[in-house]
């Protein structure tokens, strides 16, 4: 008997996503969406950075998982996890994901001339670390979606920040990992 992928039109591009806008802080978006990953690592990178900048802004994005990452899971688990899956093996990674997805796991803050950042993922060793030299090309970085899109001095510490498992890159396109922590939650004991 031949077996079926479940149908994947209402799989949304990275591209047609909504934008996350302020506004949309603290809300409860429930997306009839479903993001398919494991088409190519290019693709996931960008549906990474929309879910980092979700879980940036703390919105509560409702979705659903169709495919496999390309990456491992200890590289995104920080970020917000999907409320199931499609099929089978696809629910059996959001069923991971949200066992060990907690807020505030993974960020990073800014403060003036330098950059805080806090690993507390599960099956992570637990890292704080402080950028004070350079903290203005992390935050290029975070902001850029490919490595032409920094400056020659940015461009130089990529592969350090990548071996440093701050960033994943495939070919040009880059994507810092911890999201901005742009909201404190409460209890601030929390995180």
């Given at each position: 008997m031949p077996t079926t992928n479940p149908p994947d039109t209402a799989a949304v591009p990275?591209?047609?996503l909504p934008s996350i806008t302020p506004e949309l802080t603290y809300r409860t978006v429930d997306a009839d969406t479903v993001l398919h990953f494991g088409r190519s690592p290019a693709e996931d990178?960008?549906?990474?950075?929309?879910l980092r900048d979700v879980t940036s802004h703390a919105v509560r994005l409702r979705w659903r998982l169709a495919g496999l990452p390309c990456f491992p899971l200890h590289t995104h688990v920080h970020l917000v996890a999907p409320s199931g899956g499609v099929d089978a093996d696809s629910a059996a990674h959001a069923m991971s994901w949200t066992a060990g997805y907690r807020?505030?796991?993974?960020?990073?803050?800014?403060?003036?001339g330098f950059v805080?950042?806090?690993?507390?993922?599960?099956?992570?060793?637990?890292a704080r670390l402080t950028i004070d030299e350079g903290a203005d090309h992390f935050l290029?970085?975070?902001?850029a979606a490919t490595v032409d899109d920094l400056a020659p001095e940015a461009r130089d510490?990529?592969?350090?920040?990548?071996e440093a498992g701050l960033l994943l890159r495939v070919d040009q396109r880059l994507?810092?990992?911890?999201?901005?922590?742009r909201h404190w939650?409460?209890?601030?004991?929390?995180?």
């Open positions: 990275a591209q047609d990178l960008e549906l990474l950075r929309y807020y505030g796991s993974f960020f990073y803050r800014r403060g003036p805080s950042i806090k690993d507390v993922r599960p099956e992570s060793e637990d290029a970085m975070a902001e510490l990529v592969d350090t920040v990548a994507l810092v990992l911890p999201y901005r922590l939650p409460v209890p601030y004991l929390a995180i």
